[in-house]
């Protein structure tokens, strides 16, 4: 361990927020209460790590995570005990499903009174165990600063997570100095991630990817996570392959490009999943074979070799059995295999390879995301297509979870990493509003959507008000179709229709909700109005404008791969008939 | 398959509950578990007794080893290693017949009284688990009052060990 000495002595609560400043910590988002008010008392009057009051503690996580998502820093969240803590949980086992590092302090009572009941006592270190990467109870103050640097240091190495820290009130007490030292880095015994992958078995890697017939790169998650999507974008041309994302990899490799069969999985295309089920070598790439990709596991992929590069070893044949394990960040592992398949001097049976693309362009043909274009409805997809281009595709884009989130993953093109930002994972309704607002508080001067149904966007609706205080101008695009739509075409397809509770029957006025919150509302209601509405919006460069679209509410996501199915068996759109097609 | 895990941790407040919850989480079986200090007080050595196939187990091993509290892990029983349990027994000993029938089953398995009473032996005894099992076997059921079984610990043959 390494210490910056100071000759300092700080109390607990001046700890936690010098520690953040030597952190380089922007913003903290929070909101006070007993166990934490000695430190909301060292935050007073103090620039350097910006506080930003939420109106409840979830808006707090999803802010933070929005910030780690769009600019690959940790999150920072300050909550007190108890109802504060608890408040968190769900925020928390967002970031954990999606790997994103977070630092979660939590107040706690004081440690002679832990374990008697007292007041705004609960167990947060147990409470939040299960969706944590790690979390500590802090019982000695000298060991505080140390405790933070290790928080920071899990949080953001090997797969990232969020990581808790919980501090007793006591620890913090403003009259007990201790002196202060804040470790520059930090090793653990316990924990070393990999970094750089096994030469050997690059290397067989290399082999298996240069006698491929079929190929294809299924990219995820850790591709933006690790930062590699320039590496994947130089390994996916050198190879002249195909490629596809899953939800969490969109924008790890340009969106717009030719080679790119779009997102697979569930709602993935009809050519990335076909491209799937028919390819002989699998290149898989910090992507961890979620169920919402394989679909049925026995017939995933059943001629394929497979090679899979993840950092946590645990991803690795996890749900499906590998063939070319490789342990190691994305980066460093796609630039050695780069080189070795440079070095190699070979190339692909570039005959082969040209048979295989004249396959995929049969499937692309199908064109499995066309829709009705002279629909007198608006059609949210229809929405989306005008808000990339209305935004030039640079925009970033949050989502809540429903059929709007699929929509924006099918049909916004990210040609660039850490723009796409949703709880793919966890699936939480009221993310993209308070994720919005951290994305726009990193880039103040970037576009931020949230794209939201109006089923989710009441669930996290208060932070209409933070989103005011702390001027973050978001545009807020809420496909309203009166329905939880995703659960509706679910009920559609499996249920016979029976659309149980799947309808709110009161909805609020959305443009005056939003007004009354100090914002601009509109409500647009003819396709026509679409894009001048959009265009209005984007003008209005400092106020938060929220767009209430009434779009066609028995509009479905298509391609679907139903429970149970295999993930070549889609359901395409009633006016699509693929052996038509194909024919 | 059965399997021994064999762990070494942080002797910290809440390793043993993460251990635990990462197998009632993820449906995993525990059979038995042992847990204590080493020489080092800074760290604690587990056992841990599984069952599951390959794949589980390499998922168990996998996930354990993600805990940031676990130091190193060795499936044990993948070796050549000797595993040992402990089994403190209450029996009833009513009559002279049952005192020497017992006293003579438990030389036969190398046990030791270490209590006696007018009607009760307490009875130590270390082996592997079959052992224990067996013992218990040759009892009749109404001549236990109590079993109190530590669950196996186990170590390595030969030079190799876990250790930091
Ligand atoms: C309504 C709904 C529908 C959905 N439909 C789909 C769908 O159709 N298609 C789809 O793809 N998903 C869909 N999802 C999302 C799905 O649930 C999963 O979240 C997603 O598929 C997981 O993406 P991923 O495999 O990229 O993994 P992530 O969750 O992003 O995990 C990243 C993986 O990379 C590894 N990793 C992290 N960092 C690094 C690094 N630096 N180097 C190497 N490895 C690293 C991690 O260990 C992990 O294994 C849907 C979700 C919802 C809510
Ligand atoms: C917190 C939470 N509760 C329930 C769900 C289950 N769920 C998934 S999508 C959905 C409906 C979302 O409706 P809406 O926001 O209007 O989006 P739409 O599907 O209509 O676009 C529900 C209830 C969830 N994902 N998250
Ligand atoms: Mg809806």
Redesign the pocket.
């Known amino acids: 361990m390494v210490f910056r000495v100071f000759r300092v002595e700080l109390s607990g609560a001046e700890i936690v927020v010098q520690a953040l400043k030597d952190e380089g910590v922007e913003f903290i988002f929070g909101y006070p209460g007993g166990a934490v008010l000695h430190i909301y008392d060292a935050l007073f009057g103090q620039e350097d790590v910006k506080h930003v009051l939420v109106r409840h503690e979830q808006g707090a996580t999803h802010m933070a995570d929005g910030y780690a998502r769009a600019t690959g820093k940790p999150g920072v969240v300050l909550a007190t005990s108890g109802p504060g803590a608890t408040n968190l949980v769900t925020g928390i086992a967002t970031a954990y499903?999606?790997?994103i590092p977070m630092v979660v302090l939590t107040g706690q009572v004081p440690t002679p009174v832990i374990g008697s009941d007292a007041f705004q006592e609960c167990d947060t270190v147990g409470i939040t165990r299960p969706c944590v990467k790690h979390n500590f109870l802090v019982k000695d103050r000298r060991k505080l600063a140390e405790t933070i640097k290790k928080a920071f240091h899990i949080a953001t190495t090997?797969?990232?997570g969020p990581v808790l820290v919980d501090i007793p009130k006591d620890i913090t007490d403003p009259n007990v100095k201790v002196p202060y030292h804040y470790p520059e880095t930090i090793s653990l015994r316990s924990y070393k991630p990999k970094v750089k992958g096994n030469p050997r078995q690059i290397k067989k890697a290399a082999e298996l990817i240069l006698q491929a017939r079929r190929p294809m790169i299924y990219?995820?998650?850790?591709?933006?996570?690790?930062?590699?999507a320039p590496e994947l974008t130089e390994f996916t041309r050198l190879l002249g392959f195909p490629i596809t994302?899953?939800?969490?990899?969109l924008g790890g490799y340009p969106g717009t490009d030719r080679q790119f069969l779009g997102?697979?999985?569930?709602?993935?295309t009809y050519e990335a999943n076909m491209a799937m089920h028919e390819c002989d070598v699998l290149i898989a790439?910090?992507?961890?074979?979620?169920?919402?990709?394989t679909g049925k596991l026995d017939a995933f992929c059943p001629y394929a070799k497979i090679v899979h590069?993840?950092?946590?070893p645990?991803?690795i044949a996890k749900n499906v059995p590998v063939d070319i394990p490789i342990v190691?960040?994305?980066?460093p592992?796609l630039t050695d295999l780069i080189a070795e398949l440079k070095a190699s001097g070979k190339k692909p049976d570039a005959d082969a390879l040209a048979a295989w693309w004249q396959q995929i362009e049969r499937w692309r043909a199908v064109d499995c995301l066309r829709y009705d274009r002279e629909s007198p409805l608006i059609k949210p997809q229809y929405v989306i297509e005008q808000l990339w281009e209305a935004t030039r595709g640079e925009a970033y884009v949050t989502s809540d979870?429903?059929?709007h989130?699929?929509w924006v993953?099918q049909y916004y093109k990210f040609d660039r990493p850490r723009h796409w930002i949703?709880?793919?994972?966890?699936?939480t309704m009221g993310f993209g509003m308070p994720a919005a607002i951290g994305v726009k508080l990193a880039h103040p001067d970037s576009d931020v959507v949230c794209v939201t149904g109006e089923a989710s966007i009441q669930m996290c609706i208060q932070e209409l008000s933070t989103a005011l205080q702390y001027k973050t101008p978001i545009k807020i695009v809420n496909l309203n179709n009166r329905y939880m739509g995703?659960v509706r075409q679910w009920q559609e397809f499996t249920y016979e229709s029976r659309y149980s509770h799947s309808y709110m029957d009161t909805i609020p006025d959305f443009v005056r909700l939003a007004e009354a919150y100090g914002h601009v509302g509109m409500r647009i209601e003819k396709p026509e109005d679409v894009r001048p509405a959009l265009d209005e919006a984007f003008r209005m460069k400092d106020r938060l404008v929220f767009l209430d679209f009434i779009t066609d509410r028995t509009e479905n996501v298509y391609p679907m791969?139903e429970a149970g199915k295999a993930q070549h068996e889609m359901r395409l759109p009633p006016w699509i008939n693929v052996d038509r097609e194909l024919a | 398959m059965r399997h021994i895990i064999s762990l070494l941790l942080e002797n910290e407040a809440g390793a043993l509950a993460r251990v635990a919850g990462l197998f009632a989480a993820r449906g995993y079986n525990i059979e038995a578990l042992t847990v204590a200090p080493t020489e080092d007080p800074t760290v604690s050595r587990m056992t841990i007794v599984t069952r599951g196939d390959e794949r589980i187990i390499e998922q168990i091993t996998k996930q354990l080893n993600k805990l940031i509290d676990v130091i190193k892990l060795l499936d044990i029983s993948g070796a050549d290693h000797i595993e040992r349990e402990l089994m403190l027994l209450k029996v009833r000993t009513h009559n002279g017949y049952d005192r020497e029938e017992i006293k003579r089953l438990s030389d036969i398995f190398r046990g030791r009284i270490i209590d006696v009473t007018a009607c009760s032996y307490v009875i130590e005894m270390t082996g592997d688990s079959a052992k224990l099992d067996a013992f218990l076997a040759n009892l009749t059921p109404g001549q236990i009052i109590e079993v109190v079984r530590s669950g196996p610990t186990g170590i390595l043959r030969g030079e190799r060990g876990l250790h930091l």
Not at chain 1, 263 to 268: E, I, K, N, S
Request: avoid cysteine.
């Open positions: 499903m999606d790997s090997g797969r990232p990219a995820g998650g850790g591709v933006i996570l690790g930062e590699a994302l899953t939800l969490m990899g997102m697979l999985g569930m709602h993935g790439i910090g992507a961890r074979f979620d169920d919402r990709v590069i993840d950092v946590d645990a991803s190691g960040q994305v980066k592992v979870v429903g059929q989130q699929m993953a949703n709880s793919g994972g966890l699936g995703m791969v």
